[in-house]
């Protein structure tokens, strides 16, 4: 069963929060990438799902069905408040799994928060320091369409060159979660377009402070990232083991930083596995498919 409800934030903005298997446990708290929709873990979360976890996803503020900033004033710690709110507003400490944006965050408040409001803490395809080249790559796509698209499959046509890797293009059941169609008729992408002034001006400035943090983490860290990710690099996950050194690291075959997309049998497959071992007797385990996952 899944249900989707208002959670509003510290400063009263409201999000939009989905739920599957609300009876089940422990619960896995999804947090999205930037410009991304909870609907990002939705292969992730119905599988987990099925196998017997609480798993809770939702839309950023300023992204998908969440509300907007008013003047479009959006700073990092407005989202880590929310995400801290919300894994408190849980019937336990949740398990975070976050990509991209949604795991820096959660490293902040795992490194920062007291007590920590996470019993573990799943990082996907992202580190403290990041390679500027992939990152600048995602804010081009972003920033490329500010007019939007004619219809759905120009939309179709745009993500699939950005996501060669992909071998089905996006259908319109697909992409109308991530579009809205102005007064002009033309679809837009659901997030609000301020978030680019905002947000990606304090990322650079946010690095001392996630180094700092990551070297506070205590819970149990699985880092998941791509083969062929341009935003985490051997470099950069070096560097993060060396401040975690109880962190774990798998490296998923053939995957780019949209790791939850490209593999998400292989993705879901490490999640529960490490779940099961950090908290044994839940859910049981399926064996790692060898050829997947190095």
């Not at 873990?41 to 509300?67: I, K």
């Not at 398990?95 to 803490?121: H, T």
Request: one cysteine or more; a negative charge.
């Amino acid at each position: 069963m899944v249900s989707v409800d208002r959670f509003y934030a510290p400063d009263g903005l409201d999000l939009a929060v989905e739920t599957r298997h609300d009876g089940g446990a422990p619960t896995l708290l999804f947090a999205h990438g930037f410009g991304q929709t909870r609907g990002a873990w939705n292969g992730a979360a119905d599988v987990l799902a099925a196998r017997g976890y609480r798993c809770v996803s939702f839309d950023s503020r300023g992204h998908g069905e969440s509300g907007r900033v008013a003047g479009g004033d959006y700073h990092m710690d407005q989202f880590a408040g929310d995400l801290q709110a919300l894994a408190r507003a849980q019937p336990e400490p949740p398990v975070l799994i976050g990509a991209s944006m949604g795991g820096l965050l959660g490293l902040v408040l795992a490194g920062e928060a007291r007590p920590v409001p996470f019993r573990a803490l799943i990082l996907v395809d992202i580190t403290p320091r990041w390679e500027t080249a992939g990152v600048e790559r995602i804010l081009a796509f972003m920033q490329a369409h500010p007019d939007g698209f004619a219809d759905y499959a120009e939309a179709s046509a745009q993500v699939a060159a950005y996501l060669p890797q992909r071998r089905e293009r996006k259908r319109e059941d697909q992409l109308k979660p991530l579009l809205r169609e102005g007064a002009d008729g033309r679809l837009r992408w659901h997030w609000d377009p301020a978030l680019l002034a905002g947000v990606v001006s304090e990322s650079e400035r946010y690095q001392p402070r996630l180094l700092a943090a990551a070297a506070r983490v205590e819970v149990p860290v699985l880092l998941l990232s791509g083969e062929r990710s341009d935003v985490v690099s051997r470099d950069t996950v070096a560097e993060f083991l060396r401040l975690v050194p109880h962190a774990c690291h798998v490296e998923v075959a053939g995957a780019t930083h949209m790791l939850a997309g490209d593999a998400n049998d292989a993705f879901t497959r490490e999640i529960a596995a490490f779940i099961q071992d950090v908290f044994p007797g839940g859910p049981t385990r399926r064996p790692a498919i060898p050829q997947e996952v190095h």
